[in-house]
């Protein structure tokens, strides 16, 4: 039995989820973050295998076609790819395995994992969403005029996912984000599958 439970985490671009799964996967050893397979190149800094499994765009769709992926996308001319048999070796291992994704892969993996928990991260408003773009100092006015926008479309979801994070302050919401991953875990069959000597009155007649 799947002893480990899927948090699956959201978040239009801005509204600070990278940062606050940072700090999650720094407190909580239970964690694991599952890194997905792109065809992107990596970007200043980034490691094969730390922020993505870097590979070129035949081994990924070999990959595809053999069905190893619980979800793939293209996105802007790249491909991206959740490994469905590390998830599942990581949860039969007892793991709690946690993945940064959009909200179309979200419903996807919701699909296949319909006992993972799925969290939405939420900016406090349009504004101050904007406010953080604009101090990345990385895009343009154009470009961040597109992101704010996208988001909006992205938040449109936010009533499909179990649990909702507004990120105003950033140490309240690694509060409440640390609060759903317990919550999760006290579910039942998580709880059943974790201690299956507490629950043994329950096969008896």
């Known amino acids: 039995m799947i002893a480990g439970t899927l948090f699956i985490v959201s978040a239009p671009s801005g509204a600070g989820k990278t940062t606050l799964v940072g700090r999650l996967l720094a407190d909580d050893p239970l964690v694991t973050h599952s890194v997905s397979f792109t065809t992107r190149p990596p970007r200043g800094g980034e490691q094969d295998g730390r922020e993505y499994h870097f590979i070129n765009v035949p081994r990924f769709l070999a990959m595809r076609d053999r069905g190893e992926f619980a979800e793939w996308a293209e996105v802007h001319d790249n491909f991206y790819g959740t490994s469905r048999p590390w998830l599942e070796q990581g949860m039969r291992e007892g793991r709690d ?100 000597d507490v629950f043994r009155f329950l096969d008896q007649d």
């Not at 470009?143 to 996208?150: F, L, Q, T």
């Open 97 to 196: 395995m946690l993945l940064e994704i959009d909200w179309q892969g979200a419903q996807q993996m919701r699909r296949q994992f319909p006992a993972a928990a799925s969290i939405f991260i939420l900016p406090p408003s349009i504004a101050e969403l904007e406010r953080r773009l604009r101090h990345r100092g990385a895009d343009s006015e154009d470009v961040i005029a597109r992101r704010v926008a996208g988001a909006l479309g992205e938040m449109r979801h936010v009533g499909e996912f179990d649990f909702v994070i507004i990120n105003k302050d950033l140490d309240v919401a690694l509060g409440e984000l640390k609060a759903a991953v317990r919550a999760s875990r006290l579910r039942f069959p998580r709880q059943r599958a974790r201690h299956p």
